[in-house]
């Protein structure tokens, strides 16, 4: 494969993320022209063998269940194949130790994985003894977060110079970590003028989303106060998973139809009790609503928080440039 030069992995590395990334979006994320991205893209495909391809989230079965079995003297092979050859097991593995077998199974619901495993483990013949235990939830490759990015963006944001630098570090971990085709956050009040709150600085920096939509956002905000009203008014995040079709985006419905993205996360960034900014994420299609994408997006909003009072005295940027 030939050598690719910096611009070629960045190429690379933003479609590895997200295949579906338009040609324009790219050359806004590497600083080039649009027919230079083409250019790139279609010799990475010819010369360097770079495929794009689609792969489908598989929703994980209600129930599954791992059991560790010791077979009787010369029956680990019997009772493996009996098991393996049953609708509801997905792998049956022979392994070393004092369990001779791994049986992975999956069920519809709980009842049915206690009713599979009294009737075909504990009372199966060929079985002297087993443990059980249910997966909660399985991590892999491809949606793990790394461990390193949050603690990565605690280390580096002692050392910013200022709110938004620490803003524009907050978006690239965002899009990195927590698979986001696009990203926004904002320090300061995102909500009706209130002479009674205290000032803090204003600041806002995104990644992939349109000036003009960043700025009727901030407009509609302050005006009407009804975009974000559980994150302003009760530090609660909201989730929707079809930005383009729900009723809370009523207000600005021509603007996310014209931005084209469908699900929509909003997360309150807070210093202790008080709520400081919001952190905003989108994707491009469709996703649904999982309690390790809010863990980990609450995360990096609660570390951004932790590092905001030290900009407190600077003036609010009412330029909101993007990074």
Known sequence: MPELDALDEKIFGLLAENGRMPNLEVAARVGVSEKTVR??????????????????????????????????????????DRLASM??????HLATGAYELIVLASFDSDSDALDFYVRHVEQGPGIEESHSTHVVETVTRGTATRPDHFEQFDKQASGVAGMAELLDLACDVATASLGADRVHVATGYAGPVDPTRSSWPSTMRWRGLSSRYVEEIRVKGQAEG?????????????????????????????????????????????????RRGTLCLYWNTVITYRED????????????????????????????APG
């Open 293 to 320: 994408l809010i863990r980990q997006a609450k995360e990096l909003a609660d570390t951004l928080g932790r590092h905001l009072p030290r900009y407190s005295s600077e003036p609010s940027d009412a330029s909101t």
């Open 39 to 80: 250019q790139r893209v279609r010799r990475l495909i010819e010369r360097a063998g770079m495929r794009v391809v689609a792969t489908m989230d598989r929703e994980a079965p209600p129930s599954r269940l791992i059991v560790l079995a010791r077979a009787k003297p010369g029956q680990r092979f019997v009772v493996a």
């Open 226 to 274: 009804v975009v974000l009203p559980n994150i302003v008014k009760h530090n609660q995040h909201v989730f929707v998973a079809d930005a383009q079709t729900d009723p809370l985006f009523r207000s600005v419905t021509d603007l996310v139809l014209s931005e084209g993205f469908h699900s929509w996360l909003g997360m309150p960034v807070c210093s202790g009790d008080t």
């Open 87 to 92: 609708p509801q097991v997905d792998e049956v």
